[in-house]
């Protein structure tokens, strides 16, 4: 699915682009889209050991990435802040002569005086 489909494009874009950086290794660009409060826990090699840890079984890098969908049903989800502006989930694949691999980073995306931030990542698919 395009992100320009979801029914809450901006928080699909962030995720897309979140995904793509670290499916290309450039955890200081991922890093960037956190925001503050998760900025002060995770560092861009914390990102980069998350990431490795997450596809550590697969025998090639990534090579797809594409979102899948964003939290539209998650509207009232009990832990909602006023600040959070919705989930978007994102697979990442990796396709090679033994097979294909698949997991996937679902984000919380935030708004901080304007930006569209990343507050939370859960790492790996359900």
Same mark, same amino acid.
């Given at each position: ?10 928080? $699909? ?7 793509? $950086?670290? #499916? ?5 660009? #991922?890093?960037?889209?956190? $925001?503050?409060?998760? &900025? ?67 984000? &919380? ?6 930006? &569209? ?7 790996? &698919?359900?």
């Amino acid at each position: 699915m395009e992100p320009n489909e979801s029914e809450n494009p901006e928080v $699909a874009k962030i995720g897309l682009a979140f995904a793509r $950086a670290l #499916a290309n290794g450039q955890f200081d660009i #991922a890093y960037e889209m956190l $925001a503050p409060s998760l &900025r002060n826990k995770c560092q861009p090699k914390d990102l980069k050991s998350d990431y490795e840890q997450m596809t550590s079984y697969w025998d090639a890098p990534a090579d797809h990435v594409e979102f899948k969908s964003v939290g539209e049903s998650f509207d009232d989800w009990p832990e909602k802040g006023e600040k959070d502006l919705g989930w978007a989930f994102v697979a990442i694949a990796s396709h090679s002569e033994s097979g294909a691999f698949l997991e996937a980073v679902n984000v &919380r995306v935030v708004d901080v005086s304007g930006r &569209r931030l990343i507050a939370e990542i859960v790492w790996g &698919r359900p």
